[in-house]
C-alpha cells in the first residue's frame, strides 16, 4: 500500500513541478526581508490556495503569516510543513529560503492527494522573520503548531545532513550612549561610545579563551560613529551569542554581558542591551522520522556521505528548534551542490538553476513520503518521542 500512495504522490508532485520552480523562482527574484515577507508570503500561500487549500492569512496576528488546511476534516493525524521565505540583508537569498517554501509547498500539496481516504490532516504554516526575528516562537507562544502529530521542512546546505544540531542562540541589539565633542579641540569633553565597543570586543575576544569548547559569540556594528573629527556620541551593533542548550546558553549570557558592561565602565557612556528575538532553542529531533527521511531520500537518490567540514550547517540556530521542543519534527538539510556555503552570495545563485531544481523536487518529495510513513506508523494522539 505504502509504495503505491508514494507513486501517486510522485505523479501529484509532477503534476505541479513548474508551479514549484516558478515559485521559487519568483520569492528568489523579489528577496524581502523578515517581517516585511509581504509579496513573498502570498505567492506561497497562492499556490495552495490553487491547488485546493483553505487559506487564513493574516494568521493568529502576524501579516506574513499564514496556515494552509487542506485533508481530512476530522483527521486521526495532522502533519504541517513549515515554509520560510524572508531573506538576508544584503545578501538575498544566500540561505535557500525560497527553496524551503518550494518544497513545504510541493510535499503539502503531493501529501494532500492522498491523505483525506487516510484521515490525514495536511497544514503548511507560512512563518516569517527566521533570519534573527524568531517568527515560529511567535506563533508558537499564540497558539500555532499545537494541533500537529508531526511538523518537518528541509532546509537548503552544501550537501545533505540527516540530523539538525542547532545552537540555542540568543540575538542582542547592543547600543552605548556617549557625549559628542570636537576630537581636536575638545577632545575631553566627550565620552567616546566608539571606544566603548572596542572595549567590549577586546574583552568577549579574550573570554573566548574561557569558553566552552562549541559556543559562538559573535557581531557587527552598525554603526561606529559619524566623522573622525568628531567624538562618537552613539555607537550600535548586533551581536549574537550561541550555546549547545538553552541552559548553557543563558549562563553564557551572562558572561558576554560583563563585557559590554566593561565598556561602558571603562569609558562612561551608556549601554543597552535589547534582545531582537527570543531565544532559539537547541534542536529536540524525531530520531525515528529522521531515520525515515534519510531512507526516502537515499531512494531518490541522494547522498549522506559527505565531507564532514561541509556538513556543518546542519549546526546552524534556527527558531524550528522552539517547535520542536512541543511537536515531534525534523529538520534535514538538502545539497544543492557547488563549493559555496550558505550566507555567501554564490550560496544564493546555487539557489535558482537546473541543480536548484532537482534539489526542489527531491526534498518536496522526500518530505512527502516521509509524512507518509510517520503518519502510516502512528496513531493520532499517541505520537512517538524520541
Not at 483525506?116 to 503548531?145: H, Q, S, W, Y
Amino acid at each position: 500500500m505504502s509504495n503505491e500512495l508514494k507513486q501517486r504522490i510522485v505523479a501529484r508532485r509532477e503534476e505541479i513541478d513548474g508551479q514549484l520552480v516558478d515559485l521559487s523562482n519568483a520569492l528568489h527574484a523579489d528577496p524581502e526581508l523578515g517581517w516585511q515577507e509581504h509579496r513573498s508570503s502570498a505567492a506561497v500561500a497562492a499556490v495552495l490556495a490553487a491547488n485546493g487549500f483553505v487559506i487564513e492569512q493574516p494568521y493568529l496576528g502576524l501579516p506574513t503569516a499564514f496556515r494552509a488546511v487542506s485533508g481530512a476534516a476530522d483527521p486521526r493525524f495532522t502533519v504541517g510543513f513549515l515554509a520560510e521565505y524572508d531573506a538576508l540583508p544584503g545578501l538575498g537569498h544566500a540561505c535557500g529560503h525560497n527553496l524551503i517554501s518550494a518544497m513545504s509547498v510541493g510535499g503539502a500539496i503531493a501529501l494532500a492527494a492522498v491523505a483525506d481516504e487516510l484521515g490525514i490532516a495536511v497544514e503548511l504554516i507560512g512563518t516569517p522573520a527566521e533570519e534573527g526575528g524568531g517568527g515560529k516562537i511567535e506563533l508558537l507562544e499564540r497558539g500555532a503548531f499545537q494541533n500537529l502529530d508531526f511538523a518537518l521542512m528541509a532546509h537548503p546546505a552544501p550537501v545533505d545532513v540527516a540530523e539538525a544540531r542547532p545552537f540555542a542562540v540568543a540575538h542582542w541589539h547592543v547600543a552605548y550612549e556617549g557625549r559628542a565633542a570636537h576630537a581636536a579641540a575638545y577632545p575631553e569633553r566627550g565620552i567616546n561610545a566608539n571606544d566603548a565597543f572596542l572595549v567590549a570586543q577586546l574583552a568577549i575576544a579574550l573570554l573566548r579563551q574561557q569558553l566552552p569548547a562549541g559556543v559562538r559569540v559573535h557581531g557587527v556594528q552598525t554603526r561606529g560613529g559619524e566623522a573622525p573629527n568628531a567624538i562618537p556620541e552613539r555607537t550600535e551593533g548586533r551581536w549574537y551569542v550561541r550555546a549547545e542548550t538553552t541552559e548553557q546558553l543563558i549562563d553564557l549570557e551572562e558572561r558576554v554581558v560583563k563585557c559590554f558592561e566593561a565598556g561602558a565602565l571603562a569609558t562612561g557612556a551608556t549601554l543597552t542591551i535589547e534582545p531582537e528575538s527570543k531565544r532559539y532553542a537547541e534542536m529536540r529531533t524525531d530520531l525515528e522520522a529522521q531515520e525515515l527521511y534519510r531512507a526516502n531520500a537515499i531512494a531518490l537518490g541522494r547522498d549522506f556521505n559527505v565531507d564532514p567540514i561541509a556538513a556543518t550547517m546542519n549546526r546552524a540556530s534556527t527558531d524550528m528548534g522552539n517547535v520542536s521542543q512541543v511537536v515531534n519534527a525534523i529538520h534535514p538539510y538538502i545539497g544543492v551542490g557547488g563549493d559555496a556555503s550558505n550566507h555567501q552570495p554564490a550560496f544564493a545563485d546555487a539557489c535558482v538553476g537546473a541543480t536548484a531544481e532537482q534539489t526542489l523536487r527531491d526534498g518536496a518529495t522526500a518530505l512527502a513520503w516521509t509524512a507518509l510513513d510517520v503518519a502510516l506508523g502512528r496513531a493520532a494522539g499517541d505520537p512517538a518521542r524520541p
